[in-house]
């Protein structure tokens, strides 16, 4: 569920502008999945513009106050989203961990890395969801060390029907800056892509694992 539609065409304005995110309809990028995909999503690249880093601060911070109230701690996963979830955390004056894919095999063998007491609420923060599995993978570290996880809020999402169902499933709330349906429509309306070009996008994400252009 996006916050809200004006944020959600805004975002998506501003992540095309920056090439954040990439629309190829004609020449499909191969996804490390193997999956063959017409757009890609690299919100790191938000990190490399003050102004832009900072709306997107501002607005994941907001959304996460009016949402949740403050939590007592805001928790990246890694690794894209430790950047992101840093400056939020800042914003807002609260704590910040992050949670990487599975424990450390050295060391401490840590998997959250950062303060975090039993008992206490966490919003986690995200850059992209796509199936949602690393997302969720993330939940559940946090969970087993006896956390209270309130939701997730991230930048963008892909809005697969499997990201909703693994989502359901694990009774998560998720809710984001923008997603495909705003991103389509805003590269419409402003010329990143043409009729023809949104049907093709429109078919891929209604059966990503399955697409290729014709």
Not at 180 to 194: H, M, P, R, V
Request: aromatic fraction near 8%; glycine fraction near 6%; proline fraction near 4%.
């Amino acid at each position: 569920m996006i916050f809200n539609k004006n944020t959600a065409k805004k975002t998506a304005e501003v992540l095309l502008h920056i090439n954040a995110i990439k629309l190829s309809p004609n020449a499909p990028f191969t996804w490390t999945s193997g999956w063959k995909s017409p757009i890609y999503c690299d919100n790191r690249l938000v990190l490399s513009y003050p102004t832009i880093r900072n709306y997107i601060k501002s607005e994941l911070a907001k959304n996460i106050e009016n949402l949740y109230g403050k939590p007592d701690v805001i928790a990246g996963v890694a690794t894209g989203a430790i950047g992101i979830g840093a400056i939020v955390a800042d914003d807002l004056g609260l704590p910040f961990v992050y949670v990487r894919p599975e424990a450390k095999k050295h060391g401490r063998q840590n998997q959250i890395e950062g303060r975090l007491e039993k008992g206490q609420s966490v919003v986690v923060v995200e850059d992209l969801i796509s199936t949602g599995k690393s997302s969720l993978n993330a939940v559940e570290a946090l969970k087993s060390a006896s956390v209270n996880v309130k939701g997730m809020a991230a930048i963008f999402t892909y809005g697969f029907e499997r990201s909703k169902t693994n989502f359901a499933e694990k009774n998560i709330e998720l809710h984001t800056l923008s997603n495909y349906e705003s991103l389509l429509e805003q590269a419409l309306d402003t010329g990143f892509i043409n009729d023809k070009e949104l049907n093709v996008l429109s078919q891929w994400n209604s059966n990503p694992s399955e697409w290729d252009i014709i």
